[in-house]
């Protein structure tokens, strides 16, 4: 099946962060170009937020289906990191998934992340910046643990990378 490239990125949204289903890889900044060859050939292009992320093979595989699923069967996904992948890179659709799945979106950032950002984030649960740090270590490398005061709920940050 012959596709282009706006037809091949809206298929893939409906793959989703196996960690957070709220949020399609499209708009998590992982998938960074669709290539479609004269042949053909199409190329998906992926950066993982993180170099040992365990869902890469799992990413991977579902864009592969989705693919195949959608009649292209002349298809590589490549994996690399020819593109940094930064938190700024996740578009205003992914931040508000981040936050309805209950995590707080990571700020935007200039060059150079101030640690300041990391405190009195707004709550995902009320909005409040009542909030403070308890660990910047939560259950993955890319989420820090933190406590609103106001409506007395922990919560998990996206950080920013």
């Known amino acids: ?6 037809t091949i990125l809206a298929w893939l949204e409906q793959v989703k962060d196996p960690e957070i289903p709220t949020v399609s890889l499209i708009d998590l900044g992982v998938i960074t170009d669709v ?3 004269e ?3 199409v190329t998906v292009k992926m950066t993982p937020t993180f170099a040992g992320c365990p869902a890469m093979d799992y990413m991977r595989n579902e864009v592969e289906e989705v693919l195949r699923n959608k009649g292209v069967a002349d298809f590589t996904v490549e994996m690399n990191f020819d593109t940094q992948w930064s938190s700024n890179n996740i ?16 700020p935007r950032y200039q060059k150079v992340i101030d640690l300041d950002i990391l405190e009195h984030i707004e709550c995902p649960h009320c909005g409040s910046k009542q909030t403070v740090m308890k660990s910047p270590f939560g259950p993955t490398l890319c989420r820090s643990l933190h406590y609103c005061n106001h409506c007395r ?5 996206f950080k920013p990378l």
Do not use: C, N, R, Y
């Open 1 to 6: 099946m012959k596709a282009d490239k706006k």
């Open 35 to 37: 290539l479609i060859g």
């Open 39 to 41: 042949d053909g050939h």
């Open 91 to 106: 578009t205003k659709k992914g931040l508000q998934g981040l936050k309805k799945h209950g995590l707080a979106p990571p």
């Open 153 to 157: 709920q922990a919560f998990e940050q």
